[in-house]
């Protein structure tokens, strides 16, 4: 019966905690109609204007989409292709706190590992769960550092490359 009762709490917990952050309940290849009703901003999406060969990007604040989360000063981005969701990702550039994404990537992914947290440390990580290609990353630009977490699947992998991706904002 402890057994019973310890797994229906695991269930509860881990339910909730994937519920709270919505951004990871829209799976990588789902239809952009579906995931229109987390991500509200790809209800204009049409195919036509981007063409066969064109990913859209799509950003927005990622904190409106992860209750419970710091996201705070945090970039959602949503690639689409072909009307499927082919990636979500996280980009912080906060200098005065460059681990926001590291946080998040530990209370609901996976834990990347400590020595990420240290200022000087650039590099990558690969957290993959299942299908999904799941890589945690920070780099130098400038001056600035940069944070990321970007969650995409072998099939979609090669439509969230800058080379064909139209920004929806410009």
């Given at each position: 019966?402890?057994?019973i009762s310890f797994y229906l709490i695991f269930i509860f917990f881990t339910i909730n905690s994937s519920f709270a952050c919505q951004l990871l309940n829209v799976p990588i290849g789902s239809n952009v109609k579906s995931a229109s009703s987390t991500f509200d901003f790809?209800?204009?999406?049409?195919q036509d204007v981007f063409g066969e060969n064109n990913s859209a990007l799509y950003e927005d604040y990622a904190a409106d989409f992860c209750d419970g989360s710091d996201l705070?000063?945090?970039d959602l981005e949503v690639i689409v292709y072909q009307s499927k969701i082919a990636g979500i990702n996280l980009v912080?550039?906060?200098q005065d706190n460059n681990n926001l994404i590291y946080e998040f990537t530990k209370n609901f992914i996976n834990d990347p590992g400590q020595n990420v947290?240290?200022?000087t440390w650039t590099g990558y990580v690969s957290l993959d769960v299942g299908n999904?290609?799941?890589?945690?990353s920070k780099t130098n630009v400038g001056n600035q550092k940069f944070e990321y977490l970007e969650i995409t699947n072998a099939e979609m992998f090669d439509y969230t490359v800058d080379e064909n991706m139209i920004n929806t904002s410009s």
């Open positions: 019966m402890k057994k790809l209800a204009d999406y049409n705070k000063e945090t912080n550039a906060d947290t240290n200022k999904l290609i799941i890589t945690y």
